[in-house]
């Protein structure tokens, strides 16, 4: 219940553009804040951008520009959208459920990761 799964990596050119989708499975609650984040071996998990219930955004200023961030709360699904990517760019993205509201819009926090997806951006 209430599990993200990402879906939409691959691999594109310098350049190319992706859509990657984040559908919470099982969903229990009403509405739902997700985040992306990404991570390449070795390194820390790194936040790219967010968006709360309410359609509220945030972005890493590395992603700024060229990344975008939207929902559809009927289908419980959030979308990064990532245009001009870079080989920089190039990593295992994944959603995160920060907290999720009922209909009278309690919040629980539930810092719930999906599996992933990995994203390769070649040279």
């Known amino acids: 219940q209430d599990r993200p799964v990402e879906s939409g990596g691959g691999s594109v050119q310098d350049g190319g553009s992706l859509r990657l989708s984040c559908t919470v499975a099982?969903?229990?609650?009403?509405?739902?804040?997700l985040d992306w984040y990404r991570q390449t071996t070795g390194v820390e998990r790194q936040f790219v951008a967010g968006?709360?219930?309410?359609?509220?955004?945030s972005f890493h200023p590395s992603v700024l520009g060229r990344f975008t961030v939207s929902q559809d709360n009927e289908k419980n699904t959030v979308y990064l959208q990532m245009n001009n990517l870079k080989p920089e760019d190039t990593a295992t993205y994944y959603c995160k459920i920060v907290r999720a509201f009922d209909s009278g819009s309690k919040a629980y926090p539930l810092n719930t990761w999906g599996q992933g997806t990995l994203v390769t951006v070649t040279s």
């Open positions: 968006i709360t219930s309410d359609g509220q955004t």
């Open positions: 099982g969903a229990t609650y009403r509405w739902y804040d």
